[in-house]
DNA sequence: TTATTATTGTCTCACTTTGGAACAATAATA
DNA sequence: TATTATTGTTCCAAAGTGAGACAATAATAA
C-alpha cells in the first residue's frame, strides 16, 4: 500500500496525476442480508460523494482503481468492475468542489487542477462490509456505510453513477454466473447454508426468488461441496453446510 | 458537421481537447451477409489503426464520439455503444505514433502531445456499409472496410479493443432483444424476408441458427408486420415480406 | 403440360427448464 | 408427546428449445 503521493497542500497543480481523468467508485458492502455502499462525507457543507481517486502518470487505470480502492478501504483482491465511463459536460460544476476546498482550508484558485473538469471512469465493486477499514481521502472527514435504499443527495452526478453500477452489477449477477468463489465466497463465512446464499442473490437483485428453483440451479452448477449438518438452535430441520468447490 | 479542429500543424500542444484523453471506434459494417469494420491506413508505414478521436473541452464524451463518427463515415443517428475505456501503460508506446508523423512530415518532437500517454474510451457502432463515405483523417491516407475474418496486423492494443468490441456486441445482441428498429432496422431494406433477418443474426454472431426457432422467436416478440409476399425470381416457394412495426 | 427443385411456413415430438406447490424429515420448543 | 418452523426433495403443469418432418409453392427443366 503505498500512499506517495504529493499531499494535496504541496501539490496545486497535480503535477503527479493524469491531468482531467478521474475514477468514480461504487463500493457495494454486503453482510447478514443488508447491501451498503460506502460515501465520503465533507465537513460543514453538507455534501456527500462517492469515493474517487486519480490516476498516476506511470500506473495502469485499473491499477490505479484497485490502489485507490485499497486506500479507501483496506482491501485488497477485491471483485471489481469497470463498468461506465462518464463524460458529460453538466458534471462540470466547480461550485461543491469550492465548497469542500474553502472547508478544508485550501485556496481555490481559479486555475486549480481539482476546479477543471474530469472525465470519471466508473468502477463498482463488492465487498463484506464488516471486513472493510472505511478510511476519508485527504479531502474529506468521514467514510461510512449507507442503506443502499435510503442514500442521501449526493454531490453531481453521483446519484445517477450509482444507478447505472447498480443495474450492471444486476445484469452481471444473472449472466455471468461464473467466477462465483471470486465474488460470492468472500461474503459469506467459510461454510454457508443454501438459505445464506439465497438471501446473498435476493439482497443484491432486491428481489425474492423461489426456493426449490435456487436449490434445484445451484445445485446443478457442480460448485458447492456438501458438508455436514448445521445444528443451529432453531426449532426446524437442520440445514446442510455447503462451501464453494476447489 | 463542423470541422473547427485547428489542424493539426498549428497544434503542437492538442489545445483544443481534453489531455491525455481519447476514443477508439470499432465501426462496425454489414450490408448482404457480411461484416467489416473500418480501418485506417499510414500510407509508407504499413501501419492499420482504429478511427479514432479527441474530446473537445467543450464538448460531452459521448457528443465527440458522435462527431467523430459522423466525420469518419458521414453519418448521424447511428447505433453507438460505449463499451469499456482502456488504460494500461503498455499501450503507451511512442514508436508507431513517431513513424505516422514522420511520413506526414510533422515533427515528432519529445513534448509532441499526440505522443503522450493516452487513456481511450471504446466505443462500437453498427452501420450498412454502403452507406457511410469513409472518409481518412488528418493523419491518415486510406479509410476503408475489411472483413472481420480478415484483418491485418493493427497498432497497438488495437486488435484486442475489436476483440473486446465484438465480444460486448454479441452479447447485447443476445439479451436487449429490444430496440430493433434502433439498430436492426438501418442494416436491412425497408422490407425483408425472415431469412434477411436470420442472416443478420448469423453473421453477427458468428454462428448459425435454427431456422424454426428463429422464426418461432422473432414473431412472437411481436415486432414485425407481415406484408405481402415477394416474388423473387427463385425456383421456390415465395417468402413473406416483414418490416419493424410502428 | 408436367415433373423437378429449392425454399418457405408451420407443425410435431421429444427434451429441458421453470414456477409453484406438496410432502416427509427433523431439530428445537411447548 | 405434540407443535412449530424450516429443510431437502419430489411432483406436475406450463413454457421454451432443438431437430426434424411435411405440405405448399414459385420457378425451371423436361
Chains 1, 2 share one sequence.
Not at 90 to 102: E, G, L, N, S, V
Not at 104 to 128: M, Q
Not at 176 to 205: C, N, R, V
Not at 230 to 246: D, N, R
Amino acid at each position: 500500500m503505498s500512499e506517495q503521493i504529493t499531499p494535496l497542500e504541496q501539490n496545486p497543480e497535480g503535477i503527479d496525476f493524469l491531468p482531467g481523468l478521474a475514477m468514480d467508485f461504487v463500493i457495494f458492502g454486503y453482510h447478514q442480508y443488508q447491501l451498503k455502499i460506502l460515501l465520503l462525507e465533507y465537513r460543514n457543507t453538507d455534501l456527500f460523494a462517492l469515493p474517487g481517486g486519480f490516476v498516476k502518470t506511470h500506473e495502469n487505470l485499473n491499477d490505479a482503481a484497485r490502489r485507490v480502492l485499497a486506500e479507501r478501504t483496506s482491501l485488497t483482491n477485491i471483485y471489481l468492475e469497470q463498468f461506465y465511463t462518464f463524460g458529460d459536460l453538466d458534471r462540470y460544476d466547480q461550485a461543491p468542489m469550492r465548497t469542500i476546498m474553502q472547508a478544508k482550508g485550501l485556496v481555490p484558485t481559479d486555475e486549480h487542477w481539482l476546479l477543471r473538469r474530469f472525465i470519471s471512469v466508473g468502477y463498482y465493486a463488492l465487498i463484506d462490509f464488516t471486513k472493510a477499514v472505511p478510511t476519508p481521502d485527504p479531502l474529506s472527514d468521514t467514510c461510512t456505510w449507507y442503506d443502499l435504499d435510503n442514500l442521501p443527495g449526493l454531490m453531481l452526478d453521483h446519484t445517477n453513477i450509482v444507478q447505472k453500477a447498480l443495474q450492471t452489477l444486476r445484469a452481471d449477477l444473472d449472466r455471468k454466473l461464473i467466477g462465483y468463489d471470486s465474488w460470492a465466497a468472500p461474503l459469506l463465512a467459510k461454510t454457508f447454508t443454501m438459505a445464506d446464499l439465497q438471501k446473498l442473490y435476493e439482497t443484491i437483485l432486491g428481489q425474492k426468488l423461489r426456493r426449490s428453483s435456487f436449490q434445484r440451479k445451484m445445485l446443478s452448477l457442480d460448485i458447492l461441496d456438501r458438508l455436514e449438518k448445521q445444528y443451529s438452535g432453531g426449532a426446524h430441520k437442520a440445514p446442510y453446510l455447503y462451501q464453494f468447490k476447489q
